[in-house]
């Protein structure tokens, strides 16, 4: 897991709440880590696809469907984009 | 029972000659024609026959309310028939309020869902979203192909493998067969605006437009509807010229004789072909003529007629007699209880092939003399297919609210001696007619007549 205190991962989390709020169609403040995408937020099989393509947008870098299927939470999301950023391409 | 009326309402439009209604009939009164050459890395495809288009000028797709998640699942035929359905709404004072973001669905004030519809015509729908994914899927097998960053290929085939691997998409996009399929520009317009009546893609190719607007008048006429977004979008700017070259290895586009901007001009003896617009789209809000009153809203002119036929003669030619498009018209006249007498103005189909407008304007001299105004739209927009017969009925609505008419550009010898409109005129116009003829041998008109009480 990052670490949530880092500033690094704090920027990156805030990102990503923007990016699943914007995706999700949600008003509220920020999205807490420990929202479920499916049955927290709401999330479908089509959101979930749009998910990735926002994610790569937003992180200028390619998402596999596949590993992106396994995320559940906001968490675990932000996790999987954090340990991909400079490792993989994302930026 | 008195047959129930339809008012148009509302008008949305971008074209070649403009991004608003405003600036399209501005720049059709002005005589403002939209030509320029075809783009240059077309030309490493093949030589073609035609060298000149009507490129869309650029939209501001997010200013029309599309955010940048949308348009990533949208083919741009789609997205142009939003920019024209959200400006025909706001012109016909319709409110339209967010009920769902993360759909994107809005709902309109005022309206009974159900009793709603949209009729939009395309010829081709998501065929630019079809190139692009079908390049995707070919240049990136498992083995991906090398692209380098900084070509050094002198010779011709591999820069052109270069030029098309740089152009690629990041990925193929996951929602390309909803944004291939034609029906999506009608779909998306009513998820859009929650309009649960009929929903219905005509695709006549260069009548579906007008045929759109004549299926709308007879669901409002038969009572299915009350209130319906009507009219036709069209994207064929793919960016290596493979639609341009299907018209143009047909040859049925407009060749530079001289000056490129001579190149289009229909009804005249020197004419060599259409001129091939990048996209466009135009719709039309249409009232049952009771609901349009209660609400207050201001009408522009009322739909009365419509008549359809077809050719069933050949894919690409018109039937050389001219018999069934002769028939649509006087379909149209019928329909709306008006002899041919009665026509102030004929918004012709003139596309400024040589078949289609000798026979068209021969059609229009039997049936109406020279009397009527006749003028081509596509002198000024080129020729938007799908979207073509619905700019034109948004025009000949404009035409009839402002008692004007624009121009034929390029229009200096006549192919027949009819009362062309050669540049904007006043004119005093009670009853019009815009017709419409496509490949496959569709044809449809549609008459309207000036607002009255």
């Known amino acids: 897991m990052s670490d949530p205190a880092s500033p690094a991962s704090a920027a990156v989390a805030a990102r990503i709440d923007v990016v699943i709020r914007d995706v999700l169609g949600l008003e509220s403040a920020v999205v807490p880590a420990g929202s479920r995408l499916r049955e927290d937020l709401g999330a479908d099989s089509v959101d979930a696809v749009m998910l990735v393509m926002a994610l790569e947008r937003e992180f200028k870098g390619k998402i596999s469907f596949d590993e992106a299927a396994q995320l559940s939470t906001v968490e675990e999301v932000v996790d999987y984009v954090s340990l991909r950023i400079g490792e993989q391409g994302l930026s | ?453």
């Open chain 2, 1 to 453: 029972m008195s047959r129930r009326r339809v008012a148009v309402t509302g008008i949305g439009m971008v074209s070649p000659v403009g991004t608003s209604t405003a600036e399209c009939w501005d720049a059709s009164l002005a005589g403002r024609a939209a030509v320029a050459p075809i783009p240059d890395q077309w030309l490493r495809w093949s030589g073609f026959q035609s060298t000149v288009w009507a490129p869309l000028p650029t939209v501001d797709f997010e200013a029309a309310g599309i955010t940048p998640l949308e348009a990533m699942r949208l083919d741009t035929s789609a997205m142009l028939a939003i920019v024209a359905a959200g400006e025909a709404l706001a012109d016909a004072g319709l409110e339209a309020s967010l009920v769902d973001a993360k759909r994107g669905i809005w709902q309109l004030a005022g309206i009974d869902c159900d009793r709603a519809g949209v009729f939009m015509g395309t010829a081709v729908g998501g065929i630019t979203t079809l190139i692009t994914s079908q390049n995707s899927h070919l240049l990136t097998p498992i083995q991906p192909l090398e692209c380098r960053s900084e070509p050094q290929a002198t010779d011709p085939a591999t820069a052109a493998l270069d030029t098309l691997l740089a152009a690629l998409p990041k990925r193929f996009n996951p929602f390309a067969a909803s944004m291939i399929m034609p029906n999506a520009v009608s779909a998306t317009l009513g998820i859009r605006y929650s309009l649960r009546g009929p929903n219905t893609t005509c695709a006549l190719a260069c009548a579906a437009g007008t045929a759109a607007v004549g299926h709308a008048l007879r669901s409002i006429r038969h009572g299915d509807t009350d209130m319906v977004l009507c009219g036709g979008a069209e994207f064929v700017g793919d960016p290596f010229g493979g639609v341009f070259r299907a018209f143009d290895t047909a040859r049925t586009l407009a060749s530079v004789v001289d000056r490129p901007d001579a190149a289009n001009r229909p009804f005249d003896r020197n004419r060599t072909g259409f001129l091939l617009a990048e996209g466009g789209a135009a719709v039309l809000v249409c009232e049952e003529w009771q609901h349009a009153r209660r609400r207050g809203a201001r009408i522009y002119a009322e739909i009365v007629g419509y008549g359809e036929s077809f050719d069933a003669y050949s894919m690409m030619i018109m039937e050389p007699a001219g018999q069934q498009l002769a028939r649509a018209v006087g379909s149209s006249l019928a329909d709306a209880g008006i002899d041919p007498g009665d026509v102030d103005y004929v918004n012709a189909h003139g596309t400024g092939t040589v078949v289609n407008d000798d026979v068209e304007s021969a059609v229009i001299e039997t049936i109406f003399g020279s009397r009527p105004l006749v003028n081509a739209t596509k002198s000024l927009t080129g020729h938007c297919i799908g979207a073509s017969g619905a700019i034109e009925a948004a025009i000949t609505a404009l035409s009839l609210r402002d008692q004007k008419v624009h121009g034929c550009v390029n229009l200096e010898d006549p192919v027949r001696p009819l009362n062309f409109v050669r540049r904007s005129t006043d004119a005093g116009l009670v009853w019009a007619v815009s017709q419409s003829s496509a490949f496959g041998g569709h044809n449809a008109a549609i008459v309207m007549r000036q607002a009255g009480p």
